[in-house]
């Protein structure tokens, strides 16, 4: 079955503490994303990769920070210079080099910091 | 730039009524227009999309949206609730040709009740 992993599903950290959120896709998608998700904001643009090794900040770029090493993986860190981590962050993932221009979403990952 | 306002943050409807989300873009070029379902504490999953060609456009689920370029709208309707409707929902808009960034709006809570 072809889809897109997040591990894990809860995480709990202190403050101060670096954290990485896993992203994993089998689809063969090029480009992929990560978004933060606020109650009554919507998703938010934290980086997105378009092709292995190259990847662009988002709107909310500041205190996270990813690699793409891999075609399938984008993991995220959250480290702690994110004044507010506390959020479900979602992955996504799309094939624009064949006109499809929809992006495919993870379960999410619900963060919490205390 | 991209922008898209979705008109009220809760929408609730009996089951059986007929369903309207409502989606405004703002966008300087043809835009692409997706609408994605939320279940508490999972990932987005589209419904459908628009990108060229018919202006309406039928997605999974009984839903449909239609794309008015002259009320730069593309609101979503479905001619009968189901309680399984129940779930938060999202407009995107992506400019054509431009980067693959989606933008998203805050979302519409929709409750359906028996």
């Known amino acids: 079955d072809g889809g897109i992993t997040q591990s894990p599903k809860y995480l709990f950290r202190k403050e101060g503490q670096n954290v990485t959120l896993s992203c994993e896709q089998n689809?063969?998608?090029?480009?992929m994303y990560w978004y933060r998700q606020d109650p009554g904001q919507g998703l938010r643009l934290i980086y997105y990769?378009?092709?292995?090794?190259?990847?662009q900040k988002g709107d909310i770029a500041e205190g996270y920070s990813v690699s793409r090493e891999k075609k399938e993986s984008f993991p995220l860190t959250v480290t702690s210079a994110q004044k507010n981590p506390t959020a479900f962050y979602l992955c996504?993932?799309?094939?624009?080099?064949?006109?499809?221009?929809?992006?495919?979403f993870g379960p999410g990952t619900r963060l919490t910091v205390t | 730039a991209q922008s898209v306002t979705q008109l009220g943050s809760h929408v609730s409807v009996s089951e059986g009524a007929l369903v309207l989300l409502r989606c405004n873009y703002s966008?300087?070029?043809?835009?692409?227009l997706f609408w994605y379902v939320q279940y508490p504490n999972q990932g987005l999953q589209l419904l459908l999309k628009?990108?060229?060609?018919?202006?309406l456009v039928k997605g999974i689920n009984g839903f449909e949206a239609e794309f008015k370029k002259s009320e730069t709208s593309f609101h979503l309707t479905k001619p009968s609730a189901h309680m399984s409707d129940a779930a938060e929902y999202f407009c995107a808009v992506k400019a054509q040709g431009g980067s693959e960034k989606l933008v998203f709006g805050k979302g519409t809570k929709l409750t359906v009740n028996p």
């Open positions: 990769s378009q092709i292995v090794n190259d990847f």
């Open positions: 689809l063969n998608h090029d480009a």
């Open positions: 628009y990108t060229t060609g018919a202006t």
């Open positions: 966008s300087s070029v043809p835009p692409y």
């Open positions: 996504a993932s799309s094939m624009p080099g064949q006109g499809l221009h929809e992006q495919y």
